[in-house]
């Protein structure tokens, strides 16, 4: 089987491990980042740049180290935030106290909450995957971006409505779909959204996730998901190392996912 390589040159014997891509960001994203960021965000998509460059002076803009907090649950929910450069995890914690990761986000995407949306307070915990530039709007100049484009109203509605028939569709799908369905659902959404394509060595996924990181996005425990994973290393549908996942086989991957009555 072969095995990825780091950027620098082999890893030593014994090791297989690729370190993340480092992202040095400046104390604050440019403005043509800032509004090519903001083009591709959901409720801005189709804006000229005019209306994009208004809502861009509406925002402040932040930067946060790997692993920093942008927010906790809990807290009063009181802003929204873009993705602008790097990862951010979302995340919430069991009642024993451990972290379960609900999603990945990359650049372009919103994330966080308000009471106009009907979320006074944060039900999960945002924190930088990597280095990270966000955008942030409070609920104030929210409210006045809404009435300038009735059509960012619009499309704010349509998401709040999407992200309720998603919860339920969540919830049916966990009693009914296998562990091998979860994760494999899970691979394919990542490699999606993160994947890198090295071609023979399969589609990499770049990020630091654990077992315990894959079984919170998936809706299981991190012992099935090491089982699953395990089995299909030996299969070679994924290849792994400390820091790093790669989905050899998204064929099969695929039959998994829409398989039913897998064991």
Known sequence: MNTLESPTGPAPKGRRTIPLTEITLPHQCPRPVRL???????????????????????MSTLTFAPDERIYRAGEPAEALYVV??????????????????TDLLVPGELFGAMSTLGEPHHHQTASALVGTCVLRIDQGDFRTVLA?????????????????????SDIGSQS????????????????DKLGEDRGRDGILLEVPLSRGDLAGLARSTPESVSRVMSRWKKEGLIDSGRRWTAVKDRGRLEDLSASEGLS
């Not at 083009?39 to 809502?55: K, M, S, W």
């Not at 009914?176 to 494999?184: F, L």
């Open 36 to 58: 090519h960021v903001l083009a591709r965000a959901p409720y801005f998509v189709g804006l000229d740049e005019a209306a994009l460059d208004r809502i861009d002076r509406r």
């Open 84 to 101: 602008a450069e790097g990862r951010v995890k979302l995340s919430q914690d069991t009642a024993g106290g451990t972290e379960t990761v």
């Open 148 to 168: 300038e484009q009735p059509r960012i109203a619009l499309r704010v509605l349509d998401d709040v409505a999407a992200r309720l028939s998603r919860a339920q």
């Open 176 to 191: 009914t779909a296998t562990v091998e369905q979860r994760v494999a659902s899970t691979l394919l959404r990542l490699a």
